[in-house]
């Protein structure tokens, strides 16, 4: 029932930003918690964030830890990811997923967008 679309994404280079934006239809956003997930080519799907809706927590990978900022507007329906001082590593398909609460497991997760790319090259 639930519908997740991403945008934002697109190329930039190394130590630049860019702001994904994960809306969400067919549901209220007040409901679900969202996570952000990343895959690179020939690699496992990451996760690196999550938005937790009945606590308010967010929670980040180690590995985008002060770089990256995830935030919703339940009003917009939307839930976004700032990603800043982007490394060529960060390079992946970037998607974000609902559930019930904040997990690192891909599996605890029931609806997914199609995703967005983002591309750090110089």
């Known amino acids: 029932q639930l519908q997740l679309a991403e945008s934002g994404g697109g190329l930039v280079q190394p130590g630049g930003s860019l702001r994904l934006s994960c809306a969400a239809f067919?549901?209220?956003?007040?409901?679900?918690?969202i996570g952000w997930f990343r895959q690179a080519p020939g690699k496992e799907r990451e996760w690196v964030s999550c938005?937790?809706?009945?606590?308010?927590?967010?929670l980040y990978a180690d590995s985008v830890k002060g770089r990256f900022t995830i935030s919703r507007d339940n009003a917009k329906s939307t839930v976004y990811l700032q990603i800043n001082s982007l490394k060529p590593e960060d390079t992946a398909v970037y998607y974000c997923?609902?559930?019930?609460?904040?997990?690192?497991?891909?599996?605890?997760?029931?609806?997914w967008g199609r995703g967005t790319q983002v591309t750090v090259s110089s």
């Open positions: 938005s937790d809706s009945r606590t308010g927590s967010t």
């Open positions: 067919g549901g209220s956003l007040d409901y679900y918690s």
């Open positions: 997923a609902s559930s019930r609460g904040c997990s690192g497991h891909v599996s605890s997760y029931d609806y």
